[in-house]
């Protein structure tokens, strides 16, 4: 059964950092595209970043350039690295498995995720 378990979360000024963890159990992990999500009050959760087993990264625009994904195979650890942080980021974030644009109709049960909040 594959467990999913997001920390790092809190809240933050505009233009502060955080960097969030994920640790996943149950699962192969480094053969596993992992990927970082979120849902902001309101909105549908959307894709933010993936990686692949080697370490190639994506990101969605909205990101890109100030978010950086990165994973720990030996620990079964996926990192997401926010910089520059936006009040538009304010969500909660999850990870999970990443398999492209129809993400949402392969994706593993959903951990607790962690709260990020970017308030002045």
């Known amino acids: 059964q594959v467990q999913l378990v997001e920390s790092g979360g809190g809240t933050v000024q505009p233009g502060g950092s955080l960097r969030l963890s994920c640790t996943v159990s149950g699962v192969i992990f480094s053969i596993n595209v992992m990927g970082w999500y979120r849902e902001a009050p309101g909105k549908e959760r959307e894709w933010v970043a993936a990686i692949t087993g080697r370490g190639a990264a994506t990101y969605s625009d909205s990101v890109r350039g100030r978010f950086t994904i990165s994973r720990d195979n030996a620990k079964n650890a996926v990192y997401l690295q926010m910089n520059m942080l936006e009040p538009e980021d304010t969500a909660v974030y999850y990870c999970?498995?990443?398999?492209?644009?129809?993400?949402?109709?392969?994706?593993?049960?959903w951990g607790p995720g962690t709260q990020v909040a970017v308030s002045s």
């Open positions: 999970n498995t990443y398999q492209g644009s129809n993400w949402n109709l392969f994706v593993w049960p």
